[in-house]
């Protein structure tokens, strides 16, 4: 399982390009996609589809292969494996047969990425992901991550992410949030600050680009990464 970059293609790692460059067949998300990042680094490999909308058929395919005695690497489009992206459910069947090993081989994550940069969100935060676009299930997703007291991590499209951001608003008025967009590219943003802060710089732009990762950090968490726990009087 084959970390690969969010954007960069300077932080695919020594033995992320070994490994790829080992294996008898790579099995990616978007063919089209991992070919790029293969040719970047001079690699010539067979490619086979393994993404969300095949995942189980493929596993079976690419179990088979691993039962020839053939080497099997998998990658996403961006990041790593099973992190919002296909690929648990292929370690999962892999797991359950019983006859190979799952060798993760770690590298960018988007989250990891935007958390390092984020500043004290507390000791521990809950990654979400991407909420559901119906706006019920959404909102109702919302105050629980808000009840469980803890920063969350949350991914959102430009087309989304002032609608997503005007819901965390209305469950969490009180939230900080880092929004991160475009990370590890040229045109890399951070935006932190308070949630009407945030909105209201996203508003000024005439045009929002890039898929969006943000931390939000319920207002009960405070300045120094610790959740206000003293007692009401």
Wanted: overall charge negative; charged content about 25%; glycine content about 8%.
């Amino acid at each position: 399982m084959v970390a690969t970059p969010i954007g960069n293609l300077e932080d695919m790692t020594y033995r992320a390009v070994r490994i790829l460059s080992s294996v008898d067949v790579i099995a990616c998300e978007d063919t089209r996609h991992t070919m790029q990042l293969l040719s970047h680094y001079g690699i010539h490999k067979r490619l086979i589809a393994c993404h969300a909308h095949n995942e189980a058929e493929s596993a079976e395919g690419i179990l088979s292969l691993l039962d020839s005695g053939q080497s099997v690497a998998y990658c996403s489009d961006a990041g790593t494996p099973g992190i919002s992206d296909p690929g648990a459910r292929l370690a999962e069947r892999v797991r359950q047969s019983g006859r190979h090993r799952i060798v993760p081989i770690p590298g960018a994550s988007a989250v990891v990425t935007l958390v390092s940069a984020a500043g004290n969100i507390g000791k521990s935060f809950t990654f979400e992901g991407f909420l559901s676009p119906k706006k019920g299930r959404r909102t109702r997703r919302l105050e629980a991550l808000r009840d469980a007291g803890n920063a969350f991590v949350i991914y959102e499209s430009p087309f989304r992410v002032l609608k997503t951001l005007e819901d965390v608003r209305a469950v969490c008025p009180g939230s900080r949030v880092v929004a991160g967009r475009e990370l590890t590219k040229a045109y890399e943003e951070i935006i932190a600050g308070s949630i009407d802060e945030v909105i209201a710089s996203l508003k000024q732009k005439d045009r929002i680009k890039g898929e969006f990762a943000m931390v939000v950090v319920p207002e009960d968490i405070d300045d120094n990464g610790e959740e206000d726990t003293q007692p009401e009087a």
